[in-house]
């Protein structure tokens, strides 16, 4: 399984971005995908999940901002992220679930300035 994160970058605070996760060597159809994320000295946390049936679940801090998707047919999952504020900033990972499973991509680095 491969993952390929990308679209991370600089933006100011109430900007967007959008995150891309490009997915390989996995029937993409079948996994839960998610978006999680690494702030300095923190833990890794839960952003944003999304089952291969579309049901999303999103972490109380993103509600409202942040939205995840998937395309089956492109084996692409993303995360829009709006409003972003200095607190979004860390690395954000793609996650692919399928049982008990877990495989991660390298991670994508996102930077909210003030």
């Known amino acids: 399984v491969q993952l390929q994160a990308s679209g991370g970058g600089l933006v100011q605070a109430g900007g967007s971005l959008r995150l891309s996760c490009a997915a390989s060597?996995?029937?993409?159809?079948?996994?839960?995908m998610g978006w999680y994320r690494q702030a300095p000295g923190k833990q890794r946390e839960l952003v944003a999940t999304?089952?291969?049936?579309?049901?999303?679940n999103y972490a109380d801090s993103v509600k409202g901002r942040f939205t995840i998707s998937r395309d089956n047919t492109k084996n692409m999952a993303y995360l829009q992220m709006n409003s972003l504020k200095p607190g979004d900033t860390a690395v954000y990972y793609c996650?692919?679930?399928?049982?008990?499973?877990?495989?991660w991509g390298q991670g994508t680095q996102v930077t909210v300035s003030s």
């Open positions: 996650n692919a679930e399928y049982r008990s499973a877990n495989f």
């Open positions: 999304i089952t291969s049936g579309g049901t999303t």
């Open positions: 060597r996995i029937v993409f159809s079948i996994v839960d």
